[in-house]
């Protein structure tokens, strides 16, 4: 997993780093996919299968980050030793 998590945060920060011309990462074009990984992956887990309720765990950007659920719950995602 540390090989992955690894190779994750590489991706997340040099290929989804916008430009002077205003675009966000090279071939968005799927319907906005890549725009969900990256949303997950900065939240440090992903889907393995859409749908399946199975996640990876990966590196997350953030010390702390919380997510406001539907359902009024939250999840709360604490790495305070996180590094790149």
Known sequence: PWKTQ???REVLSRLYTGSEIGQGY????DN????AWYLFSSL???PL???S??????????????VHL???REL?????????
């Open 32 to 35: 906005g996919e890549q725009s």
């Open 6 to 8: 690894k190779n994750v």
């Open 76 to 84: 709360v995602v604490k790495a305070p030793r996180n590094s790149a």
């Open 53 to 66: 309720g199975e996640y990876a765990i990966g590196s997350p950007l953030f010390k702390k980050v919380t």
């Open 26 to 29: 090279h071939g968005d074009e």
């Open 70 to 72: 539907e359902n009024g």
């Open 49 to 51: 299968v859409m749908g």
């Open 44 to 46: 440090g887990f992903y």
